[in-house]
């Protein structure tokens, strides 16, 4: 798997553990219907954005095994919803290194790019 830059996927977070398959990695496949491609850094900014899109992140869900989210963490996000938080201005920080090269087919490269944080 490679990510953005053409290079091997790097795991994202295992605290929280992340990923459509909670493997850590921003990895993708069949059933992954919301592409969740990008390792996003979370803001108390894009967390409150994303509720008001009615995917609250920040809400513990213990029958899900989900922790709930708060700024800082690193969470899988999916490629569309990071391009809408970005494109209304809202949209978190990402790690390049860990974010699938899927993420290009809904993603702006360039806009990817600049938010990276390991670049």
């Known amino acids: 798997m490679k990510n953005i830059l053409g ?8 605290d929280p553990m992340t990923g459509f398959y909670r493997d850590g990695c921003c990895r993708t496949g069949p059933g992954d219907h919301g592409v969740h491609t990008v390792c996003a850094v979370m803001t108390n900014e894009f967390l409150a ?3 008001s899109r009615g995917n609250d992140l920040s809400t513990p869900r213990p029958e899900f095994h989900f922790p709930g989210l708060k700024e800082g963490d690193r969470w899988c996000l999916c490629a569309p919803r990071w391009q809408e938080a970005y494109e209304a201005g ?3 920080k ?3 290194g860990a974010t699938h090269m899927g993420s290009l087919e809904h993603c702006d490269g360039k806009a990817l790019r600049e938010y990276a944080v390991d670049l």
Request: proline content about 12%.
């Open 7 to 14: 290079e091997d996927l790097l795991p994202c977070s295992t």
């Open 94 to 96: 990402i790690v390049a």
């Open 49 to 51: 954005f994303s509720k």
């Open 90 to 92: 809202h949209a978190p």
